[in-house]
T-cell receptor, first 115, second 116 residues
Framework: GAVVSQHPSWVICKSGTSVKIECRSL??????MFWYRQFPKQSLMLMAT?????????EQGVEKDKFLINHASLTLSTLTVTSAHPEDSSFYIC???????????FGPGTRLTVT | GNSVTQMEGPVTLSEEAFLTINCTYT??????LFWYVQYPGEGLQLLLK?????DKGSNKGFEATYRKETTSFHLEKGSVQVSDSAVYFC???????????????FGKGTHLIIQP
């Protein structure tokens, strides 16, 4: 089946630093990838949609200068949290849509803790 | 805007018990509806879906029927197993493609625990 990986699975960083999270589709090409954020006991909230080779589309209320998304290839999208603060601590989940455009596959998530 | 409400967990059942996890939604128009399951340490997996009113999605003994009149998509299984222990998410997709191919709106998730 289609597999999506995320790296790292968890990361701790200091306030003010930046951290990059990778999302890879391992056995299929993904023209579109999605980034979600999940707070404890809360829903997954869509942050942005990234399309290979073009700028990401951010949901209302998501700071695009803070959450930089790059989708440089059909198998890799990255989310960079810039100048991280403790309130950015969360669980970040990516998903990838295959080229048939019919279904999306989810990664296992990345736990970010900002101290 | 669109929203999904599902019952709070954890839900604890004995093996072979009947399962119902309630899910209701608010959306304009007619969204597609989904149930995803997340096993410990793994990503979300599509369990079943329904794209129009009265459709029944089914998979692995689970089923859910798209009820437009009650805006509901309750998940049921007749006899649960320990291996069904996981977190279950109800979600909707309100896009023109309707195939789960756009960003989804999720419920908060229901943690299901099945005891032997």
């Amino acid at each position: 089946g289609a597999v999506v990986s995320q790296h790292p699975s968890w990361v701790i960083c200091k306030s003010g630093t930046s951290v990059k999270i990778e999302c890879r589709s391992l056995d299929f090409q993904a023209t579109t990838m999605f980034w979600y954020r999940q707070f404890p006991k809360q829903s997954l909230m869509l942050m942005a949609t990234s399309n290979e080779g073009s700028k990401a589309t951010y949901e209302q209320g998501v700071e695009k200068d803070k959450f930089l998304i790059n989708h440089a290839s059909l198998t890799l999208s990255t989310l960079t949290v810039t100048s991280a603060h403790p309130e950015d601590s969360s669980f970040y989940i990516c998903s990838a849509r295959d080229t048939t455009g019919y279904e999306q596959y989810f990664g296992p998530g990345t736990r970010l803790t900002v101290t | 805007g669109n929203s999904v409400t599902q019952m709070e967990g954890p839900v604890t059942l004995s093996e072979e018990a009947f399962l119902t996890i309630n899910c209701t939604y608010t959306a304009t128009g007619y969204p597609s509806l989904f149930w995803y399951v997340q096993y410990p340490g793994e990503g979300l997996q599509l369990l079943l879906k329904a794209t129009k009113a009265d459709d029944k999605g089914s998979n692995k003994g689970f089923e859910a029927t798209y009820r437009k009149e009650t805006t509901s998509f309750h998940l049921e299984k007749g006899s649960v197993q320990v291996s069904d222990s996981a977190v279950y998410f109800c979600a909707l997709d309100y896009s023109k493609s309707g195939g789960g191919a756009d960003g989804l709106t999720f419920g908060k998730g229901t943690h299901l625990i099945i005891q032997p």
